[in-house]
Each structure stands twice: as structure tokens, then as C-alpha cells.
């Protein structure tokens, strides 16, 4: 079957998100015009390029499609990954949930939650919007499967520029954690296979979050900073010295001058040298990296809760490379017990894979260049280049797996 044959089934496939036959058309065009080798793809590029003679009804048509009509994206990206998931290999036996964000560098005020804002893309506070997505991820690949944008109090608190942007009324301020949680949240009750979930800083220390992944039984991987408190193994209630409520000493964790919990940092000073290992781990074909890292079992001891209640035991994986007067990166999981130290640093450093993949979205399928306003175009737009990368995606992955049982096929057997 050709190409233009499977894009074709494709989007069949995708129809059924639609709500009216129509849609179908503006579906193939912009698809087809975010995959076009365009400088910009905007809707008046898209439309430029596919209808020369027709550009401004073209552009009309499109701008409708994805600024105001009323299918949902939730349900579009589900029909995306159920075409691309049975293509990505490994992800039965090993696949995440990575969370992240990106930013867009816009200008002027009306572009919705568009405000300064600072972002690990900026060296400084810059006028953009936030989006919070959450990435499928496994050996093979990675695909967006939820997109929130962050909306700031200013824009919340402005029912002039949120009835403009066409904001609606039930969506309320929300941290970039509570937004990620609220999309997994949504993606369970879809019906989505449960995965651990990985992130970064900016969601490991938010402690409602890691409570809110905990009361899913989602097992994690979570970037802290040097300054979180933990106590150590050993470190449990002190000697109950005749107090007979032995049941409430066993969930409590008493903090005296003599009995606290220190940083992430105080602990892996404290480390034996034998303590670290080194580890290798890959970010992408022949990429191969390695490090010395160490991981002890702890008990997370900053949130509130942390005060009344012992938290549950978990790693603390520390990446200190050699050279390096301290450790340069921390993470918490609540994977196994008996997890070898090796998976828990390749999960840690999934990252590379989703951070390539919005990359490649933005260079190739055009996810910064929407220029709408709207809270629903935003939406649909960053749905609709995932659509056409998830094309893009599964494509590659066929490719790379006929080349692979080729190779194998024309290899003779060993002894022959």
C-alpha cells in the first residue's frame, strides 16, 4: 500500500472524532498543509499553497475548522495514539507518561494566556504562552497525547479578555502541576492504560502533585532540587520510652532538635564512595551516555503531611558525576523496591525523547506558528500537528522495523 493510500486510511480513521462530514475536508488540508516544507504554516500559507486560486475561501474554510468548530481534541489525539501506539515497540512492557511544557514567544496581549512568564526556553521572564502536555514514551518513540494550556491569574481574573479569547466559563486558575494531573486524571477515565509518570522539578516538588499521583497508584519518577528534605531509612519514630500508643508512633515521624530530616544534598555527601555506580544510559541511536549515580531508600519529609504521617518509603536517585565537589541532579521514585538502579535511571532521563519530539514538532509541523487568538484554535491546532506527526511517526517506525527484518533476514545463521 503507498503512502497517499495509508494517509487516506488515516484520516478516515480520524473522521470519527468529527462531528459533521464537512470537518473531514478542512482535516485533510490542514494536515496536509502542516506537512508541506513551508516557511510558516498558517492558515494563509496552508491556504496559499494548496489553492492558489482559491486561497482566501480556502483560508476561510480552514480558520473555521480550527478556530471555531466544535469537535474535541481529547477525543482526536485518543484516535491519533490508538493508530500510532501498536507501531511503537516496547511500549506494552515499558512505557511512560512524561510530563512537560513548552513555551511560545508571542506578541502584543490579545493571543489567549499570553503574559511574561518564565520557562526553561528563556534565560529571562518573556511574553509567551505555556502549554502543559503529556507525552506516551517508550524505547522506540514518543507521542503528545495531551495538550492544556496555562492560563495566568491575570487572564482569569479578566472576564473581558477571556470572553474574547472564547475561554470557557468552568476553566478556573490551575498551577502547571494541578493542570498535568487534571489531564491524567482525564486520560484514565478515557479508558488509557495507566503508566508511571516522569517530570521534571517543577513538578517533583510540588507536593499535591506527588499525593495526587499516590492516591492514583501511578508510580513516578520526579526531578527534585538539592533542598528537599527526606529522612533517612533508619530515621523512623524515636523510642517510644513507656508511651504505650505504639499503633500512632509507627505512622508518625516526631521531629526534635536532635531528630529532623535533612536535604537530598546533606544525605548524598554523606554517601560511601562504593555507594555510587556507574551507569550508562542512551538518548537516542548511538547516543550512548554514562555517569556515576547512587540511590538509597528514603521518606519524603516536606510537604505538611509529612508532619503528621510517615510518608512511604521510596528511592532518591542521585546523578553525581565524576569531577563534581556535589551531586548536579535528584530525582524521587515510588518504583519498586527491587528496581534495578539501571532502569531507574534510563526512566529518569526519558526527557531527551520528548524534548526532541516538541522540537520536531515546532521545525517540521509548524506547532508555534499559530497566530489565532482563540482558547479553542490553540487547542486545536497544537491536535491537529500532533495528528500529523503521529502520520509522520507511525511511518517512521514501519520503515525502521521492515529495515530491521531485513537485516536480519539477509544475515546468515551462525554456524552457517
Known sequence: MRTCERFDDYLEHLSQGLRHKHHVSGLREYCTGLMQPLERKSTNAIAANLHPARATATRQALHHFVARAPWSDEVLLGLVARWVTPQMAGLS???????????????????????????????????????VSVSLACDSASLPVSWRLFLPHAWIEDPIRRSKAGVPND????????????????LIASGTPRRPVLADTGYGMDPDFRQGLMDLELPYV??????????????DSPSTGG?????????????????????VRALALELAAH????????EGPGN????????????????????????????????????????????LSTMPEETPISELVAAAHYHWRTDRDHEELRQDFGLDH??????????????????????????????????????????????A
Open 171 to 186: 476553566v478556573q486558575f490551575a498551577t502547571r502541576p494541578q493542570l498535568a494531573l487534571q489531564q491524567i486524571e482525564r
Open 288 to 331: 550512548l551516555r554514562s555517569s556515576r549515580f547512587g540511590a538509597v531508600r528514603v521518606r519524603y519529609a516536606d510537604s505538611s503531611a509529612c508532619w503528621a504521617r510517615l510518608q512511604p518509603m521510596q528511592w532518591l536517585l542521585l546523578q553525581w558525576p565524576v569531577g563534581e565537589p556535589e551531586p548536579t541532579r535528584y530525582w
Open 370 to 415: 499559530y497566530s489565532g487568538r482563540g482558547w479553542r484554535g490553540f487547542h486545536h491546532h497544537a491536535t491537529l500537528c500532533t495528528a500529523s506527526y503521529g502520520f509522520h511517526l507511525a511511518e517512521r517506525l514501519v520503515r525502521e522495523r521492515d529495515m530491521t527484518s531485513r537485516t536480519y533476514s539477509i544475515c546468515p545463521e551462525p554456524g
Open 243 to 263: 508511651y504505650r500508643d505504639v499503633a500512632r508512633l509507627s505512622t508518625q515521624t516526631w521531629r526534635t532538635a536532635e531528630h529532623r530530616p535533612v536535604t
Open 222 to 235: 520526579l526531578g527534585i532540587t538539592a533542598q528537599a528534605h527526606v529522612w533517612r531509612q533508619a530515621a
Open 93 to 131: 512492557r515499558n512505557g511512560w507518561w512524561v510530563v512537560g511544557c513548552t513555551a511560545f514567544a508571542k506578541r502584543g496581549t490579545q493571543p489567549v494566556g499570553v503574559a511574561r512568564q518564565s520557562h526553561a526556553r528563556f534565560d529571562r521572564y518573556e511574553k509567551c504562552q505555556i502549554a
Open 275 to 282: 555507594a555510587l555506580h556507574t551507569v550508562s544510559w542512551r
